[in-house]
Each structure stands twice: as C-alpha cells, then as structure tokens.
C-alpha cells in the first residue's frame, strides 16, 4: 500500500471505530431504566417468591405482659413461616423491576372504632418486636438478635394442638425490640 492508501484506510477504520461507540452509546443511553417497587406487608407468606405452608411464628409489637396489665388493648402483629433472613424485608428482580417486601406490623384487617389503629401498626418488624407466638402444629421457632441467624436468640415450641393457646412469650431483655431474623428450631 502506498502512503495515500494508508492515511485513508486508518482514517475509515476510526471513523467506523467512532460510529460503533457512538452507537453502542446510543444504545445504553436509551434503555429502559431499571424500575423498583416497594411493597409492606404483615407476613412472609404475602411475598411472590415465597412458598408457605401452615405453621406461622407470630411476632408482636407490645409485650404480653403489656397487654395483660391493659386489658382490652390490641397490638400489631407480623407473621411469618420458616426462616427469615432479615426482619427488614426481601427484594428480588422480577423482570426489569425490582421489587422489595418491607415486613411491617398490622391489626389483622380488623376496622376500630373512631379510627383508631393497633399500636404498631404500619412499624417496621425489625427491631421493633416485644413478644412472640407460636401456632406452628409441628415447627418449633428460635428468633436471632442479629440478621442472618446470628447472635443471642430465644427459643419458642411448637403448639402441640391440645393447649387452649399457642405458646407464647416475650422476647427477653436482649432481644426485646433487638430482632432480626428467625429460623426453624
């Protein structure tokens, strides 16, 4: 090749060479944008990717010593089957969309007079949960002072189906409004 032919093959080869980033630029400047959303919900079970069967561990925002000293008062609740994580919630991708359950006490649907609410309603679960039960036929529940099943924990049985009510009891001084996380015991 001559000199000439030189200086206009590598001229064309930049000016493809600057073509394809332009349009390799063009195409990631017009792509969809990623979506999120963000969900609340009162219980595991609720999440899409989620497979639940009987046997919930019920998590409280006032203690049962709480309610029994005001008689007549409700509290929120926040259920959950099997083993969770991170009270805070759980995200996943569906298609494009991202989308993430925050796990939040509620008052069962019930309508209050004057519109009064459950006192924790609408609270996030994590850290904020004083008492626990256990309606689980078969499943016993152990709750974690730290995400992903670490640190100090407490025990609850499974309901044997003869007791009038669920087991029940509230987190000790460690755990009381310190949680994170559960996992079948």
């Not at 969770?84 to 494009?96: A, F, H, L, R």
Request: aromatic share 14%; charged share 15%; net charge neutral.
């Amino acid at each position: 090749m001559e000199r000439d032919d030189v200086k206009f093959f590598l001229s064309r080869s930049r000016m493809a060479a600057t073509a394809a980033v332009a349009a390799c630029a063009s195409l990631l400047m017009s792509a969809a944008p990623a979506q999120a959303a963000t969900f609340k919900v009162t219980d595991n079970c609720d999440v899409p990717w989620i497979s639940c069967s009987f046997g919930d561990l019920t998590l409280t925002y006032n203690s049962s010593a709480y309610l029994k000293s005001h008689p007549g008062e409700t509290t929120g609740k926040a259920r959950f089957y099997g083993n969770v994580s991170n009270y805070e919630g759980t995200s996943q991708y569906q298609g494009s969309t991202l989308s993430t359950y925050r796990y939040v006490f509620g008052d069962d649907g019930y309508e209050y007079p004057g519109g009064y609410s459950a006192p924790g309603k609408g609270q996030y679960v994590k850290n904020n949960a004083a008492a626990m039960w256990n309606c689980a036929p078969a499943d016993n529940y152990r709750v974690y002072y730290n995400s992903s099943y670490a640190g100090a924990s407490q025990y609850l049985r499974h309901w044997n189906g003869y007791e009038a009510d669920c087991p029940k009891a509230d987190l000790n001084s460690t755990l009381k409004n310190q949680n994170a996380s559960q996992h079948f015991a």
